[in-house]
């Protein structure tokens, strides 16, 4: 089984190429089917359209899937980032 990272360009102000973000996987199975997994929901560019990207996984980047904003997990650790208030109720 081929093992794909899919990828979409965001355009960055006052930069000349964009930022390749990962936002899922792909398997393609032994009859050629693609499975995909997307951990975000992909963005429209400003014509309203999405386009992604498939590249082939070399197995290069470690897996760390998404984490949200305002977590720092330099370990692998997903506890919050300092400065958040734990007191809020929900």
Known sequence: MKMYNIMQ????????????LRIG?????????LRMKLDVLPLPNK??????????DD?????????????DAPGGDTQPASGFDDDIRF
Do not use: H, M, Q, T
């Open 9 to 20: 360009a965001k355009e960055i102000p006052n930069r000349d190429k964009p930022v390749w």
């Open 25 to 33: 996987k792909a398997f393609e199975k032994e009859d050629g089917k």
């Open 47 to 56: 014509e309203g359209d999405v386009w992604l990207n498939l590249f082939e």
């Open 59 to 71: 197995g290069g980047r470690k897996d760390e899937g998404f984490k949200p904003s305002g977590y």
